[in-house]
């Protein structure tokens, strides 16, 4: 195991290389930069928005501007915003990225707590109504996008009941303690429900079909022959089985659900790393821009590492060596 955890990383330096080419690539390819596309000063010489240009090292080629930038990311420096004058790309996104690991956990809890045992239950009680219910709502969940289903929740939820509020994260910067754990969490709601809706959907159909197909197989019927109870039948033989599907999307989810936040969090205003993200592209901030979503692809692949290493643990008979 530990020599294969030791050749994915080796593999991530390619990988990384190549993402980081990509996203570059990208980033440069879309039109403007941050001194095009806004009202400028009419009074200021065009020549003094060449020279922060030239300043910026937005006129050097391609090839220079990327190995200038790559090497500054290999040493964990990604520069300044050039829209938020004085302000490293590192301390915009350190101030916004605790905010939306808070938020993808909390839509990630959910999704787990909803769709699994849900799942299990119509696997085990097929056709009926509980099940044909998780069905409808399986197909709505992976139909309606998560704005839609956001600005539906803010209207009934937030403004119609009152009962959760509809943008930030905290209501006073005077609370402390639990009533600021809670207020917190009282506020993650409506986005978190909003984000994991995709996810429960998907884990909730995939965990039907994956216990259903394990309940079918011989060793399940021997086992019950032999006298073992239900409940050692599900958690000792079914679950372990049906849950390595799970695990592989569990290593995707995580950085799905960073990026599924981009538009979730403008949705209700949310203080994140993609509220950060929507207004980097606006105002054309290509280093925050770059540095948000080389994070994202770096969270992918640590993900799928994670899952790899979670087979091991959940089947003992997977071997990597």
Do not use: C
């Not at 969490?185 to 884990?203: D, S």
């Not at 197909?213 to 060793?219: M, N, R, T």
């Not at 390595?244 to 950085?255: Q, V, Y």
């Amino acid at each position: 195991m530990y020599k294969y955890i030791i050749r994915r990383i080796l593999v991530f330096i390619p990988m990384l290389i190549m993402l980081s080419i990509i996203v570059f690539a990208l980033a440069k390819a879309a039109p403007g930069d941050p001194f095009t596309g806004k009202i400028l000063d009419p009074e200021v010489d065009p020549a003094v928005f060449e020279q922060q240009r030239e300043a910026l090292g937005l006129n050097d080629p391609l090839p220079v501007q990327y190995v200038n930038w790559a090497s500054k990311i290999a040493t964990g420096n990604f520069g300044e915003s050039m829209y938020y004058k004085g302000r490293s790309v590192q301390s915009l996104i350190k101030e916004r990225i605790v905010n939306t690991l808070y938020l993808g956990l909390f839509a990630l809890a959910i999704t787990l707590i909803v769709a699994i045992p849900i799942g299990i239950y119509s696997a085990r009680n097929p056709y009926s109504i509980l099940d044909y219910s998780a069905t409808t709502f399986g197909f709505l969940g992976l139909a309606i996008p998560n704005f839609f289903f956001g600005l539906i929740a803010i209207y009934f939820l937030a403004i119609k009941l009152g009962w959760f509020p509809a943008q930030g994260t905290i209501t006073s910067t005077d609370v402390s303690g639990w009533t600021e754990v809670w207020d917190r969490v009282h506020h993650m709601v409506l986005p978190g429900i909003t984000l994991g809706l995709a996810g429960t959907a998907t884990y909730m159909r995939y965990m039907r079909s994956e216990v259903l197909d394990v309940l079918g197989s011989d060793y399940i019927r021997t086992a019950k022959a032999k006298g073992m109870s239900e409940r050692n039948v599900l958690y000792k033989h079914t679950l372990r089985n049906a849950i390595i599907p799970i695990i592989t999307l569990m290593g995707f989810e995580f950085g799905a659900l960073l990026s599924g936040a981009i538009i979730t969090e403008q949705v209700f205003s949310y203080p994140g790393l993609g509220t950060l993200f929507i207004n980097s592209i606006t105002n054309r901030d290509y280093p925050v821009i770059m540095a948000i979503t080389l994070l994202l692809g770096v969270t992918i692949l640590i993900g799928n590492l994670l899952a790899d290493i979670f087979y091991s643990i959940v089947d003992p008979r997977i071997r990597y060596d």
